[in-house]
Nanobody, 125 residues
Framework: QVQLVESGGGLVHGGGSLRLSCAAS????????MGWFRQAPGKEREFVAT????????SYADSVKGRFTISRDNVQNTVYLQMNSLKPEDTAVYSC??????????????????WGQGTQVTVSS
């Protein structure tokens, strides 16, 4: 069992930056693939970024590529999402998730086994 708690969300002007954190408790964090997803009001949840257990491989949604960076610290049991050049369309609840098959990246929500409660990111124009 893994518990995930996100933090770092807030209100930021367009063009600004935020760094989200996802702290994990429980065993074997370093063996999990981690992902970030987001859901805007009235829209379906969408994939943002994913990172394998070792951090050696990452993948991003086209909409955030070049602006967002996912990373992890397996000593601190934390995964991060650095978000730069934020746009109003990035406004959403951002959630982190853990996937047991740590060798493989995961771009679909259904692949993930554990979820955090989410943190709100609001980007003003």
């Amino acid at each position: 069992q893994v518990q995930l708690v996100e933090s770092g969300g807030g209100l930021v002007h367009g063009g600004g930056s935020l760094r989200l954190s996802c702290a994990a408790s429980g065993r074997s964090f370093s063996s999990y693939t981690m992902g970030w997803f987001r859901q805007a009001p009235g829209k379906e949840r969408e994939f943002v970024a994913t990172i394998t257990y070792s951090g050696s491989s990452t993948s991003y949604a086209d909409s955030v590529k070049g602006r967002f960076t996912i990373s992890r610290d397996n000593v601190q049991n934390t995964v991060y999402l650095q978000m730069n050049s934020l746009k109003p369309e990035d406004t959403a609840v951002y959630s982190c998730a853990a996937k047991k098959a740590g060798l493989l990246l995961g771009v679909r929500a259904i692949e993930y086994d554990y979820w955090g409660q989410g943190t709100q990111v609001t980007v003003s124009s």
